[in-house]
């Protein structure tokens, strides 16, 4: 029997700490999914494509479908919380990210396996903002620090095991099954979110009374699936005129959408995306910065996977363990960056970032010279997931330093929108680049891999070098006086 203790009267402190506690499990087993779903299909790539004679776009489809739709979602499944409950649209979202998790491992089809990635994106956007707004709720003070503490922790260790999980799960999988397991894994796990959320989770009151931002999720989706797809596709055809024109349309979306969040607050409604702060000192260039450095981290993972697997063939277990060390390395740059901000000020951000681009630039030239020396790939790797670890805790706190207190929760929403949506837009643009290039090639070797992800990976370096000076442009503007517009 699930907990009816609801905010109305008094919130958190209704629930019993031992049952807090067993609540915050319940939710984070939520918030891990979804995470591990982000990274967890790398590894299956070469195998899913295998099986189901899946072209390039195809495969680029199935990442990107996952990321575009949970960033697009994100913002309104906030607020829907706010609408109906958030244990309500926890268990709705876990049951619809359960259940496209089983309809992917049955995929007959990539476009069926498309599809279900999609439908899994909206489930994570609906439960994942209610993770964070239901932490906030149940616990107070010192608690709900600890409890946060525990929330980056677990996100930390899904994005670290992902790679050698899925790799793992291939390689055990029955006969058959091989990529499907990384998909099913989630159903035993949802099915007991749902049930420990049930139990467990307090039902709080709808806390608010604006309406959903429909209008502005339909043209955001459209015009990112117009930019995007026409693009993945327009390479295996040739390039014919809707691969030029499409996106062209969908950026035309794009500009309508901003001009309706623009005019949506003068008519006393709430516009899924805040764009009065990007007004905010620093936040335009430190928010663009974030966007393309999440573009530049997924997007290499790809690279590197099929490097890794069709070029080199490993098994997927053993491409998976070429990560830990990367893993290792985030979590020391976590750690250490506090420090590092201590001692260096601002410029730990800056030096975060330029180790980020250094490690890419180290993995881009192993990749072009000598593919087979993994031990340099390595230290390229964990350069990079150094960088990783100290620039993005750095680079949030800088981010939501510079909005009013009243625009926090909006440019958090905002902020994960943005990072999730590059993720996307990553992985359309260096995929084109590593299959045009791998194309190109007479044959399909470690080196003809090894040269593909070393001409993809020039836009990760870019991407990586415009946020570093971003950033730095970022970290010139004054802070906002506490209480001005």
């Known amino acids: 029997m699930g907990i009816s203790d609801t905010t109305r009267a008094g919130g958190a402190g209704r629930v019993r700490g ?47 479908g996952y990321a575009a739709a949970y960033g697009i979602c994100l913002l309104n499944g906030a607020r829907l919380g706010d609408l109906y409950g958030r244990r309500n649209i926890f268990l709705a979202g876990m049951a619809i990210f359960t259940l496209a998790s089983l309809l992917c491992g049955l995929s007959p089809t990539p476009a069926w396996l498309i599809g279900s990635r999609i439908l899994q994106g909206v489930g994570a956007a609906l439960l994942m ?17 600890k409890a946060f503490g525990i929330l980056g922790a677990v996100q930390g260790i899904a994005a670290s095991l992902s790679q050698i999980a899925g790799g793992w799960l291939i390689e055990h999988a029955p006969a058959g099954m091989s990529w499907r397991m990384v998909f099913l894994i ?9 049930w420990g959320a049930l139990a467990f989770v307090p039902q709080a009151a709808p806390a608010g009374t604006k309406r959903l931002d429909l209008p502005g999720a339909v043209l955001s989706a459209l015009g990112v699936a117009l930019v995007l797809v026409p693009v993945m596709l327009g390479r295996e055809a040739g390039w014919p005129a809707w691969s030029w024109g499409l996106p062209l349309v969908g950026a035309g979306l794009l500009a309508a959408f901003w001009r309706y969040e623009t005019v949506l607050p003068r008519r006393g409604a709430a516009p899924m995306f805040d764009v009065t702060l990007f007004g905010q000192p620093g936040f335009l260039a430190g928010v663009t910065a974030m966007f393309l450095l999440y573009s530049a981290i997924s997007s290499f993972f790809l690279s590197l996977t099929l490097l890794l697997q069709a070029g080199l ?26 420090r590092l901000a201590r001692l260096l000020g601002p410029r730990a951000l800056l030096a975060g970032s330029a180790a980020f681009v ?40 800088l981010l939501l330093g510079r909005v009013r207190d009243e625009q926090a929760g909006t440019a958090s929403g905002t902020i994960s929108t943005l990072q999730t949506v590059g993720t996307a837009v990553g ?27 070393a001409f993809a990976t020039r836009y990760n370096l870019l991407a990586g070098l415009a946020s570093l000076a971003l950033f730095a442009w970022a970290l010139r503007v004054p802070k906002p006086v506490p209480g001005t517009r």
């Open 186 to 194: 989630n159903l035993p796990i949802g099915l007991l979110a749902i």
């Open 313 to 338: 063939g490993l098994a997927p277990l053993a491409a998976g363990l070429v990560f830990t060390p990367s893993a290792i390395a985030f979590f020391a740059g976590s750690l250490c960056g506090p």
């Open 358 to 397: 250094a490690g890419l630039a180290l993995s881009a030239y192993v990749g072009a010279r000598a593919p087979q020396a993994l031990d340099w790939m390595v230290v390229g790797i964990v350069i990079n997931g150094f960088g990783q670890g100290v620039v993005i805790p750095l680079a949030l706190n």
């Open 129 to 145: 903002p209610q993770v964070l707004a239901s932490l906030r709720l149940l616990f107070q003070g010192d608690e709900r620090r």
């Open 18 to 64: 031992d049952r807090r506690w067993l609540a915050l499990a319940v939710l984070l087993t939520g918030n891990f999914v979804t995470i591990l779903d982000l990274f967890i299909v790398n590894v299956a790539i070469p195998s899913l494509r295998a099986d189901l004679a899946a072209s390039d776009a195809q495969v680029q489809l199935v990442l990107v």
């Open 427 to 453: 992985v359309t643009v260096v995929g084109v680049l590593f299959f045009a290039a791998l194309a190109q090639s007479p044959s399909a070797d470690a080196v003809a891999h090894g040269q593909a992800l």
